[in-house]
């Protein structure tokens, strides 16, 4: 039931995924810098829910075809920064 109502979602209008997906990308890479940043700190300054953007953060980790943004573990903290 709900793939054939995705499936119609889908149909009348397609570049709505695509682009919600490329706009979250966007927001999620904004918010990295040189300087660490926390994951807490992604979720407050874009308002995403927090597993959206811990699931796109590892996407983004594995896409890269050379590693430009860096996950550093400090104690209980992961944050993420763009590499030098």
Request: proline fraction near 4%; include cysteine; hydrophobic fraction near 40%.
């Amino acid at each position: 039931m709900h793939t054939l109502l995705f499936d119609v979602f889908i149909q009348e209008k397609p570049n709505l995924f695509v682009r919600d997906v490329a706009e979250i990308f966007d927001k999620i890479l904004d918010c990295i810098s040189d300087k660490p940043v926390s994951v807490h700190k992604i979720v407050c300054l874009t308002s995403l829910h927090v597993r959206t953007v811990k699931k796109y953060l590892a996407l983004i980790e594995k896409l890269q075809s050379t590693p430009k943004i860096k996950r550093e573990i400090k104690d209980s903290r992961v944050l993420f920064r763009r590499d030098r």
